[in-house]
């Protein structure tokens, strides 16, 4: 998911509406709004892109300096618009609205806990035990509220949440999901990310720290960390694939991380090859990066159809592989003949791969090799990025050898874990590794799927 916050400008819901657009590769199911102007709260959300459920008129409605927006990608909760955040409630006369990316491993027993109290959920989101955490210790303030609901929860969170009259963002210790702080004149701005600040010519000012929770009201911008960790967990998956490449995430840039893995990929594997092409746009990076490493020429050598969403959102496995062929199109007169190296950055299920694979063969590539820019996914990730079956990953059920041939490859190469964190100038112990190596930063006892609260 994506989140946004503004707080002190007049346009804070048109300048959430921009920082959504910028935020839409990280969740296309439904977009939301909620905004304030220190008294009276106006909300809209709806099932779409950010584009299809705002317009200028919906937008005037949403009054105020502050304003919290959010787009959706379901790893909790199906995708249905009673899940659509940011999700808002009224308690005690006060108005409470929250936007989360990432996901509670501990959901399901806090929930539980509450409705054995009396509480009454209306979603089936994790994000949900957020609000009735905050809403019930409300007593002890805003802050403590939040600091003794950080201590309650457990799993990735980068929260953005709006009363009235204050904004606060808030991470989880191990900073598994992104978040930063931005100023645009006198406003301040959260973001997932910030390409978002960029969009509205915002200044970075610095990342929200993991365990850390930032406070902005009339009084300006005040921060307390309120958990402590001893180690860093930052998924390193949204520098492979989720993240933006023109972000900036935990400190460093997405496309230069992606280049930098293309790169190390031609210092594990030399190949005699004609050409070198990624599937765009989320193989471009690492498809440059190794060209430029390993001297072999590249080639856009498919097209992509722009006016088609992310595929792997769509639901079912027929519209999924409909996705693919309405969305690549392989230039028959590059590829025929050719010894071709395909760099992709991640292989999840394969049903893609394998369907964009045999569209190059189709075209009547000589020999077709595909390097990956990441290892084998393995394991199911619980933090907020959408592969928690474990059965549907393929590469924990087979071999690369078996990968290849369900491939139909001459030959598959995936980074090693080894090179994949020297690619990053990192230490392994910042990152969360666990789709690769299955050491989970975080325990997962009681989580039981993406639709464990239905
Ligand atoms: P697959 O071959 O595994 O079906 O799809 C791999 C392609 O999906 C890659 O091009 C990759 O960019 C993209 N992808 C990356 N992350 C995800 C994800 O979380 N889920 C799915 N299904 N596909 C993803
Ligand atoms: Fe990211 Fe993988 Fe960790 Fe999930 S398991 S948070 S995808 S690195």
Redesign the pocket.
């Known amino acids: 998911c994506g989140v946004f916050g503004v707080y002190g400008h007049e346009d804070a819901s048109k300048l959430t509406y921009f920082g959504l657009y910028a935020l839409q590769h990280r969740g296309q199911e439904s977009a939301g709004i909620v905004s304030s102007d220190g008294r009276n709260v106006t909300e809209y959300k709806a099932m779409g892109l950010v584009s299809e459920v705002f317009n200028e008129e919906r937008l005037k409605t949403l009054k105020g300096h502050l304003a919290v927006g959010h787009v959706r990608y379901s790893t909790t909760g199906s995708s249905i618009l009673q899940n659509a955040q940011p999700f808002r409630v009224c308690h005690a006369g006060c108005s409470i609205a929250v936007a989360h990316n990432g996901n509670l491993v501990n959901a399901n027993d806090i929930r539980k806990s509450l409705e054995e109290e009396g509480s009454i959920f209306q979603t089936t989101m994790d994000s949900e035990v957020v609000v009735h955490l905050i809403a019930k210790s409300k007593a002890q303030g805003l802050e403590e509220s939040v600091r003794h609901t950080m201590s309650l929860i457990k799993g ?1 969170y980068s929260i953005v949440l709006a009363t009235e009259d204050t904004l606060v963002g808030f991470r989880d210790p191990l900073g ?2 992104p978040l930063c702080i931005g100023k645009l004149n006198g406003a301040y701005i959260l973001s997932s990310e910030t390409c978002a600040l960029d969009l509205i010519q915002a200044e970075y000012i610095r990342d929200v720290e993991p365990g850390e929770v930032v406070v902005i009201d009339k009084h300006g911008l005040r921060s307390f960390k309120a958990l402590e960790s001893k180690r860093r ?6 520098f492979i694939y ?1 993240a933006r490449p023109d972000s900036n995430i935990f400190g460093k840039n997405v496309y230069s991380f992606r280049k930098n893995l293309g790169e190390a990929l031609a210092r594990e594997v030399s190949i005699e090859a004609d050409f070198v092409m990624p599937f765009p746009d989320s193989g471009n990076y690492a498809a440059i990066g190794y060209s430029q490493a390993s001297n072999i020429p590249f080639e856009f050598a498919v097209i992509r159809n722009h006016y088609v969403g992310r595929t792997f959102i769509q639901p079912s496995q027929s519209m999924r592989d409909f996705g693919v062929r309405v969305k690549l199109n392989p230039v028959k007169e590059i590829i025929r003949g050719k010894r071709v190296v395909i760099v992709e950055d991640s292989i999840v299920r394969g049903t893609t791969s394998r369907t964009r694979i045999k569209a190059i063969r189709e075209a009547g590539a000589k020999e077709v090799t595909m390097l990956v820019s990441c290892p084998p ?1 393995k ?7 959408d ?1 928690s079956n474990k059965g549907e990953l393929i590469a924990s059920n087979n071999s690369v050898e078996e990968i290849r041939k369900f491939l139909g490859l001459d030959a598959l190469h995936y980074l090693s874990i080894e090179s994949m964190i020297e690619a990053s100038g990192r230490r392994k112990e910042d ?6 190596n299955g050491d ?2 975080l325990e997962v006892t009681g989580y039981r799927g993406k639709f464990q609260l239905e």
Do not use: D, T, V
């Not at 967990?233 to 949204?238: L, Q, R, S, V």
């Not at 394991?379 to 990025?385: A, N, Q, R, T």
């Not at 990152?431 to 690769?436: I, Q």
């Open positions: 990735a598994l999901r967990a930052n998924c390193i998956f949204e989720f996914i394991y199911p990730c619980f933090y907020g990025i592969f990152f969360c590794l666990a789709c690769f989970y930063p």
